[in-house]
T-cell receptor, first 115, second 112 residues
């Protein structure tokens, strides 16, 4: 079975500082990996995804993530935080199988940006 | 192009009551999904559909039923609501199993 662990349910950084949100996954097959963002009272929006092409994936709003198979990690980074980045972030994994993309989500990390 | 819409946005039920949540998408997507979101647990897949007339169980299907009579609609039913079903419910759709899922704005359900 697949699973995702996000280290840290809350992360707080200063505006302009590096953002690092950690995600480790478990999968018995080559995974697809995703980061989603959820702003207050809204649905989820895809930030970026890894589907076995380049290991460094660039997403929207200046975010990027690196797939490290040896560490089973897919950490999300942004060089300089902006106030508008305050939201909840979810890492998710699915397999490459035929049919539906059954996402397994981590528990989420709430990112706070301090002025 | 409204994307994925969900009806209603909020609902309060008493234990034992029934209700149906409606998800509609106007993107002609084949795949549709229902998730529930609980604090500290992320989102968990309830049921999904890979096309009109098809449904399948996800990770937490107990207490829920679904129907996909039309391609654009995916209904989630609670026959006899329980307090454990208090949650925020999200619908999503995608073109295929390898494409991005687009999420609706959610339905906040409270069962007292």
């Amino acid at each position: 079975a697949q699973s995702v662990t996000q280290l840290g349910s809350h992360v707080s950084v200063s505006e302009g500082a590096l953002v690092l949100l950690r995600c480790n996954y478990s999968s018995s097959v080559p995974p697809y990996l995703f980061w989603y963002v959820q702003y207050p009272n809204q649905g989820l929006q895809l930030l970026l995804k890894y589907t076995s092409a380049a290991t460094l994936v660039k997403g929207i709003n200046g975010f990027e993530a690196e797939f490290k198979k040896s560490e089973t990690s897919f950490h999300l980074t942004k060089p300089s935080a902006h106030m508008s980045d305050a939201a909840e972030y979810f890492c998710a994994v699915s397999d490459h199988g035929q049919g539906a993309q059954k996402l397994v989500f981590g528990q989420g990390t709430r990112l706070t940006i301090n002025p | 192009n409204a994307g994925v819409t969900q009806t209603p946005k909020f609902r309060v039920l008493k234990t034992g009551q029934s209700m149906t949540l409606l998800c509609a998408q106007d993107m002609n997507h084949e795949y549709m999904y229902w998730y529930r979101q609980d604090p500290g647990m992320g989102l968990r897949l309830i049921h999904y559909s890979v096309g009109e007339g098809t449904t399948a169980k996800g990770e937490v299907p107990d207490g829920y039923n679904v129907s996909r009579l039309k391609k654009q609609n995916f209904l989630l039913g609670l026959e006899s609501a329980a307090p454990s079903q208090t949650s925020v419910y999200f619908c999503a759709s995608s073109i295929s199993g390898v494409h991005e899922q687009y999420f609706g704005p959610g339905t906040r359900l409270t069962v007292t």
